[in-house]
Structure formats: C-alpha cells, structure tokens
C-alpha cells in the first residue's frame, strides 16, 4: 500500500520561509512524478509545482515561481517544497502528491492524473 505522508505546515509571517515534507512508503517516488498541491479557504485546489517523472523537470504555478522549489531526496523517498517570500495568499492546506509511473510530459500531471496524496498540512501566512 502506497503512502504519504507530510509535515511541516504551520503558521507564519509573511516574508517567511518554510520547508514541507513528503515520505513516501510503498513505491519508490523515483519512479513518479512527484508534485505538490494547495487549496484555500473558498477556492479550488491549485497545482503548485512538480518534478516530472520522465522529463525530471521542474514546473511551477506562475504565483509561486522564482518562490517555491520542489526537490527531492530519493535515498530517503521523501520530497520537499520549500517556499520563500510566504505572502499572505499562500495560506492553504498543502498537499503532496505521486503520479506513479508518470507519462505526463511539459507540464505537472492535473490532479485528475494523481495516484496517491498525502493527508494535507495546514499552512497560514499572517501578519
């Protein structure tokens, strides 16, 4: 059985930074893509960013580029997103997510293409 399972949210000021986790039990994330969700109060989930399985490219929402970075440690099988610049309109629980054996190519798999999620960890950004 595959899991996942994060930590790492908590609350913050903006300006902040902070590091989410993802360990990943029951298939090895290498062979995935990996990638990291969030969905606000009164919105729809929103891709944050990824690493694509075949391409190991990196994508990212433009509201989060050049702030947030998905990385990955594969001789633990844990993924990371780490956010710099927190701004009040990050606040959302944060998801991380596998496309096992991914074929998605150029972009991040929707959440339609996901296999396995995490559990969602709060993240509040406030001054």
């Known amino acids: 059985q595959v899991q996942l399972v994060e930590s790492g949210g908590g609350l913050l000021q903006p300006g902040q930074s902070l590091r989410l986790s993802c360990g990943v039990t029951g298939f090895s994330a290498k062979n995935a893509a990996i990638s990291w969700f969030r969905q606000a109060p009164g919105k729809e989930r929103e891709g944050v960013g990824c690493?694509?399985?075949?391409?190991?490219?990196?994508y990212y929402a433009d509201s989060v580029k050049g702030r947030f970075q998905v990385s990955r440690d594969g001789a633990e099988n844990t993924f990371y997103l780490q956010m710099t610049n927190l701004k009040t309109e990050d606040t959302a629980i944060y998801s991380c997510?596998?496309?096992?054996?991914?074929?998605?190519?150029?972009?991040?798999?929707?959440?339609?293409?996901?296999?396995?999620w995490g559990q969602g960890t709060q993240v509040t950004v406030a001054s």
């Open positions: 997510a596998i496309d096992r054996w991914s074929v998605v190519w150029g972009r991040c798999p929707s959440a339609v293409e996901i296999d396995d």
């Open positions: 690493i694509t399985r075949r391409e190991e490219m990196e």
